[in-house]
């Protein structure tokens, strides 16, 4: 099973009154992330909203280590640590420039039909393409 990795900069903007990163970019770089996560799956957003269903976030948890700084390059390493039926728990882990742990974070995503707005039963095929990033730790 495969973790996705990327790297973000660190600008400016991203900084807050206490010179480290805001605690809300670490939301936008989730956001980034998780539809990197489907695009490497085969479900990019946009189709998969397209399809009739709608990923929604019910719950986002992080616990922040060692804050993140200007001039570091950021490395996040994403996957999937529960898939089941209707939901998927999506964890994250963000690394400083000298690859210490600098925070943890997981997310809770529901499957959600876009017209009757209850939940969407992944299909076996969806399933399936989700597992290559179903790592259990």
């Known amino acids: 099973m495969n973790k996705l990795e990327l790297y ?56 922040y280590k060692k804050a993140l700084y200007l001039g570091e390059k950021v490395k996040i390493e994403v996957w999937i640590s529960e898939l089941k039926n209707v939901s998927a728990v999506i964890e994250y882990r963000f690394y400083n420039s000298k690859n210490e742990l600098a925070s943890v974070a997981s997310q ?20 399936e393409a989700f597992l290559q990033f179903v790592i259990d730790e």
């Not at 539809?35 to 189709?47: D, Q, R």
């Open 8 to 63: 973000k900069d660190i600008y400016t903007y991203q900084i807050d009154a206490a010179g480290h990163v805001s605690n809300i970019v670490y939301i936008m770089w989730m956001e980034e992330c998780r539809l990197k996560l489907l695009e490497e799956i085969g479900l990019p957003a946009h189709e998969v909203i397209k399809g009739g269903v709608i990923p929604v976030l019910v719950e986002t948890k992080i616990k």
């Open 108 to 127: 809770v995503g529901l499957f959600v039909n876009s017209n009757t707005i209850k939940p969407h039963r992944l299909t076996p095929q969806e399933k």
